[in-house]
């Protein structure tokens, strides 16, 4: 268990992995008379805000919707803004990723991206990958439901290649072929933005995780709501089917 206080705040059991589904831009950037994407642009530096506040606590890894595989339908032109913006802090944050010794990677379906892009993906996730501190990952293009069916496919394709048989299928072979397998199992999953669902994101992962809904919309979310978010976490009693007795012993 790792034990850290910031100058205000007491922490006794830190999530060690924490998911955020980042939903709040447009209507952010509405309220101000903007357009929309602005808001997806001020978003940006509440991510900063996470990865730092992540950082500064000794959360192991943090998971954060930025696209999903429904995002396609918006306006062209929306989208377009946000690849940009997306190879914009690619190019722009990674090296500062690196230097703070973070682990980068992007999940979801990343055919779909320019070649560009994946190239740029490809680049800042090899520069980062012997890195120790936090696994940042980025959701583009992702969907729960892709997750899941990509990895019944891979062990689809070991049964037809004779490697595994159809009865070594279940909870624990599948679970290697989900995204993230590698990291903590996900503790917390915060959305902001005031909306209570979980629109596709990481279903199979999120089985035992702490839901956290928030109103604020992504680009007021700072470093004292990341922390109110983990103190209401440590607050839960997590009993996994168990009764609170069990779980008190
Ligand atoms: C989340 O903010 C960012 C993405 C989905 C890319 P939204 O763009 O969904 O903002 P709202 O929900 O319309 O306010
Ligand atoms: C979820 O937000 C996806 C991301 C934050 C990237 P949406 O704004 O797309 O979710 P819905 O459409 O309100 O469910
Ligand atoms: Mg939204």
């Known amino acids: 268990m790792t034990n850290s206080s910031t100058s205000d705040k007491e922490f006794k059991n830190i999530p060690k992995h924490i998911a955020v589904i980042m939903d709040g831009n447009g209507r952010w950037a509405q309220a101000q008379g903007k357009t929309r994407v602005s808001g997806h642009k001020a978003g940006v530096e509440s991510v900063r805000a996470v990865v730092k506040g992540a950082r500064k606590l000794g959360v192991e890894a943090l998971t954060l919707f930025a696209f999903s595989s429904e995002n396609w339908q918006r306006p062209e032109k929306e989208v377009t803004v946000l690849m940009d913006l997306f190879m ?24 779909r991206f320019s070649d560009k892009l994946q190239k740029s993906i490809q680049k800042s996730e090899q520069l980062t990958e012997k890195n120790t501190g936090l696994t ?6 992702y969907g729960g439901r892709w997750d899941i069916t990509n990895a019944a496919k891979q062990l689809v394709k070991q049964v037809e290649s004779k490697q595994i048989s ?20 996900l503790d917390l999953l915060i959305r902001t933005g005031g909306d209570f669902r979980i629109s596709n994101f990481l279903l199979w992962q999120a089985a035992y995780a702490e ?12 470093e004292e709501a990341f922390e109110k978010a983990i103190n209401v976490f440590e607050q839960r009693e997590r009993r996994y089917g168990k009764t609170g007795e069990q779980v008190k012993k």
């Not at 993230?180 to 199992?185: C, G, I, R």
């Not at 839901?211 to 700072?222: A, I, R």
């Open 88 to 111: 914009y802090v690619l190019t722009k944050e990674v090296k500062r990723l690196h230097k703070n010794n973070i682990r980068f990677q992007v999940i979801g379906d990343l055919s």
């Open 211 to 222: 839901l956290y809904f928030s109103e604020t919309l992504w680009p007021d979310f700072n």
């Open 136 to 141: 940042l990952s980025i959701a583009a293009n």
């Open 166 to 185: 159809l009865n070594d299928i279940n909870e624990t072979s599948l679970n290697q072929y989900v995204c993230l397998a590698n990291l903590p199992s």
